[in-house]
């Protein structure tokens, strides 16, 4: 399993143990579903935590598809395209709310899954959003 993969099966199991209001500080929007096969799309995963982020984890499943760029609205942040599906950032200090938009290129019809990981200091929230990839 890669490091990414099995930081968010950690974080997901994690997650499930955090208060209920932890969640509501990470959501993920598509820019568009469906979409076609071929044609790049993005999400917008956003924190409006009270603490700063640690550490962002994103990977795909689900229809063939490739994170093909990734950025943050925060200075501070770094993020990296690990592998072909999944992302991670970190937020040194300081990097309170913020937005990591992650660019995808579906090959395949089908539904990708984004699912998204963030870690402050004192909470674990999670989201996950599907997108419906259409033949072309």
């Not at 993969?5 to 994690?14: E, N, Q, Y």
């Not at 290129?105 to 699912?115: F, K």
Request: glycine share 10%; with cysteine; proline share 4%.
């Amino acid at each position: 399993m890669l490091p990414g993969a099995l930081l968010l099966t950690l974080a997901g199991l994690l997650a499930v143990a955090a208060p209920a209001h932890a969640d509501e500080f990470v959501r993920i929007t598509d820019s568009a579903d469906p979409v076609p096969a071929d044609t790049s799309y993005s999400y917008a995963i956003t924190h409006t935590g009270l603490y700063s982020i640690n550490d962002a984890y994103v990977g795909l499943t689900g229809a063939a598809a490739t994170i093909t760029g990734v950025t943050s609205s925060r200075a501070g942040m770094r993020c990296t395209v690990t592998s072909r599906t999944s992302v991670h950032c970190n937020g040194g200090l300081g990097v309170d709310d913020g937005t990591i938009t992650v660019t995808v290129l579906p090959t395949a019809a089908g539904v990708v899954t984004v699912s998204a990981v963030v870690i402050d200091c004192c909470f674990i929230g999670d989201d996950t959003e599907d997108t419906t990839v259409l033949r072309n």
